[in-house]
């Protein structure tokens, strides 16, 4: 009898231990494929256009009163096949009311958050993108569009994302991008 019990409890453990390498087996899986994506919260969804084909969760921050998401659209183009990407700051109070913050072709998140929160928002969505590109391919691509400018017309780039790009270890062309304040 007592044999029979530590046979169980012995295969019990190892049921156990084979059932937790799966779940963490999965995990690992979609982190590394990047199938791992938030769903967006349901407060946000009736600020967000009803014209959009896709939405992505980029970010999201907390400050006492308010949550505050950072959201990738894509919408439409009627000159285009193409569709145009929109990142959109979206706030939603205690009451769950939401509110689209960034107007469209606005860029600068620290003219409507705190400088504290737009850089956690843009540090989120780097990271997010690096994960999917893999650094060296975000590096190779960003160089490449910041020296495709003309010195006329260089990109503009807000403190934020400057700051969350050099947290991160990208290099940034020193003379291929102007400060948005």
């Given at each position: 009898?007592?044999?029979?019990?530590?046979?169980?409890?012995?295969?019990?453990?190892?049921?156990?231990?084979?059932?937790?390498?799966?779940?963490?087996?999965?995990?690992?899986?979609?982190?590394?494929?990047?199938?791992?994506?938030?769903?967006?919260?349901?407060?946000?969804?009736?600020?967000?256009?009803?014209?959009a084909?896709?939405?992505?969760?980029?970010?999201?921050?907390?400050?006492?009163?308010?949550?505050?998401?950072?959201?990738?659209?894509?919408?439409?183009?009627?000159?285009?096949?193409?569709?145009?990407y929109?990142?959109?700051?979206?706030?939603?109070?205690?009451?769950?009311?939401?509110?689209?913050l960034?107007?469209?072709?606005?860029?600068?998140?620290?003219?409507?958050?705190?400088?504290?929160?737009?850089?956690?928002?843009?540090?989120?969505?780097?990271?997010k993108?690096?994960?999917?590109?893999?650094?060296?391919?975000?590096?190779?691509?960003?160089?490449?569009?910041?020296?495709?400018?003309?010195?006329?017309?260089?990109?503009?780039?807000?403190?934020?994302?400057?700051?969350?790009?050099?947290?991160?270890?990208?290099?940034?062309?020193?003379?291929?991008?102007?400060?948005?304040?």
């Amino acid at each position: 009898m007592m044999i029979l019990r530590v046979h169980r409890n012995w295969l019990f453990a190892l049921i156990s231990i084979l059932t937790l390498i799966l779940i963490v087996g999965q995990l690992v899986l979609r982190i590394e494929t990047g199938s791992m994506t938030k769903p967006l919260p349901v407060e946000i969804l009736s600020c967000l256009p009803s014209q959009a084909v896709k939405t992505d969760l980029s970010g999201e921050v907390k400050d006492k009163n308010n949550n505050y998401y950072l959201v990738g659209t894509s919408l439409p183009n009627q000159n285009s096949e193409e569709s145009k990407y929109r990142e959109m700051l979206i706030q939603v109070n205690r009451q769950g009311t939401c509110l689209s913050l960034l107007p469209d072709k606005e860029y600068v998140l620290s003219r409507y958050i705190t400088v504290r929160l737009a850089r956690q928002l843009a540090l989120q969505n780097y990271q997010k993108t690096i994960h999917q590109m893999g650094q060296g391919a975000f590096q190779a691509e960003l160089s490449r569009q910041l020296n495709n400018y003309p010195d006329s017309m260089k990109a503009q780039l807000p403190k934020e994302y400057i700051w969350a790009l050099k947290q991160l270890g990208i290099e940034l062309p020193q003379n291929g991008y102007k400060v948005l304040n």
